[in-house]
């Protein structure tokens, strides 16, 4: 079961919830408005209909003429300034479960070229409540200088 100090633990981080995800909304805002000028790369895609969602992740899409490894330079770019980042988004028919799970679905790569391409282009940046607007902004700064640095900055997002 649940210790008596688990529970108290549970409770008081419940309390603070509210908290901790206004402050990472208010991240969100500070990426959006920093991401606004940045004509290669687009925010984390939000539907018509949808005025509210937390984002476990904040993963933006790199540009058409970027390719996965353009992403990694810039990953490694990103890192060399202190920034950490992943590739993120990993087509489910390339993950090690369908690979491996026969010819009914396992497929390697070249079957879903659309797919593959969007996934090669995926990038989350950092998402926590700690971060402050000059650290967004830095990390925003640093993105488009490395976007231009991999020789896709003047990409327009298509």
Known sequence: GLSEL????????????DERLQQRK??????HEQMQSFEGIKPPYLGEDV????WML?????????TASARTQMIDDLRACGIESAAYS???HQQFFYMNAGDTIGRKRGLLPDTERIGDRALALPLHGGLRPQHVQYIVKTLKDTATNVGAGAAIYL
Not at 6 to 17: C, E, M, P, V
Not at 26 to 31: H, K, S
């Open 6 to 17: 688990s529970a108290a633990l549970g409770l008081a981080q419940l309390a603070s919830l």
């Open 26 to 31: 208010q991240v969100e805002a500070w990426y």
């Open 51 to 54: 005025d509210e969602v937390h």
């Open 58 to 66: 904040y993963v933006v899409h790199l540009g058409k003429r970027f």
């Open 90 to 92: 990993h087509p489910l």
